[in-house]
């Protein structure tokens, strides 16, 4: 009985450790374009049980590294961009726990702490985020060996306004804001977009259009932000999950996106829920048919894992 007992403690331990998450700094030194940060601007963590589920006003971007058991591996890798409306990052339900459910099906995750626009810290905060995702592909991109990640299967992931950084990443990876010197390639090899901010043109959603351009935003901007727009044949295959219902960012959203890649022939994959609102993350307590499952069959069908 005692054997039992120490098998199985020694097999939660195994387990544990297989599950264990390394933080990495998003950059090794200086913040392209970053300025000083006032005395008074500080990261300002909400926790929950000892666990940090949002954040904000963040000044050291970071990585923090979710590797899945070396025997349920499959090489396959994914950056997740929590959402907040460019205001602040649910990092909890929008990053972590998407993170582990993703390394459930042999997927490494890295749950990307971006900073969010400011004036205060950035010479021209609206492209502050955009070089963070950048960075971070890559990172994860360059590092690929060190993880057991095969280099041509890293995707990127967003929720809401992190779905707009997301989608910006997936059609602008070509107009490089980073350091590259070894000149690898920021294009995610694969994308998923749920209930995303997509077009600061049509159906916008005010609030992230206006954190990151500020409130006078030029025309020239806000279509660059119009991720629709920059689709183009070599824009990477792209799932989306939207619920018809969400009235803080409208479907519109989806469905732009989603048209752009069809006129242009890139493979794409749409769930529109009838219902579930906006910010629910995993769960979408209206339907018994969760995007995670769909996401699963989607990964598979395109090959990203078997």
């Known amino acids: 009985m005692k054997t039992s007992v120490k098998l199985l403690l020694l097999s939660v331990f195994v387990s544990n450790m297989a599950m264990a998450q390394t933080v990495v ?3 090794p030194g200086a913040i392209p374009g970053a300025k ?18 949002a954040t904000s006003k963040v000044t050291d971007p970071t990585l923090t590294v979710f590797l899945p058991a070396k025997e349920k591996a499959t090489g396959a890798a994914v950056i997740i961009c929590p959402g907040g409306g460019y205001a602040m990052l649910a990092i909890g339900h929008e990053g972590f726990d998407v993170a582990k459910k993703f390394n459930e099906i042999g997927v490494a995750a890295f749950v990307l702490k971006y900073r969010l626009p400011s004036d205060l810290i950035m010479a021209d905060k609206s492209f502050g985020p955009l070089q963070d995702v950048q960075q971070a592909m890559y990172l994860v991109r360059r590092d690929a060996s060190k993880y057991g990640i095969n280099p041509s299967k890293i995707g990127i992931m967003g929720f809401s306004a992190g779905g707009h950084l997301a989608s910006s990443l997936t059609v602008h990876y070509g107009d490089v804001k980073i350091p590259n010197k070894e000149n690898l390639s920021l294009r995610p090899d694969f ?11 049509q159906s916008p959603h005010v609030g992230s259009a206006q954190n990151l351009l500020g409130v006078g935003g030029t025309d020239a901007q806000k279509t660059y932000f119009s991720n629709d727009k920059a689709v183009n044949a070599k824009t990477p ?9 969400d009235d803080v960012v409208p479907v519109e959203n989806s469905i732009l996106f989603d048209q752009a890649l069809v006129k242009n022939k890139v493979p794409v994959e749409t769930h529109l829920y009838q219902s579930g609102g906006h910010g629910f993350g995993l769960n979408n307590k209206t339907t018994d048919s969760p995007w995670f499952d769909l996401l699963k069959s989607w990964l598979t069908t395109n090959k990203i894992i078997q």
């Not at 994308?191 to 043109?201: A, H, K, N, R």
């Not at 295959?237 to 219902?245: E, I, M, Q, R, S």
Request: hydrophobic letters at 45%; glycine letters at 2%.
């Open 191 to 201: 994308s998923i977009l749920i209930y995303p901010v997509i077009s600061f043109l």
């Open 237 to 245: 295959p792209t799932f989306l999950v939207h619920a018809n219902d």
């Open 36 to 53: 000083p940060a006032p005395a008074d601007y500080k990261e300002l963590p909400v926790q929950e049980n000892g666990m940090v589920r």
């Open 25 to 27: 700094k998003l950059y």
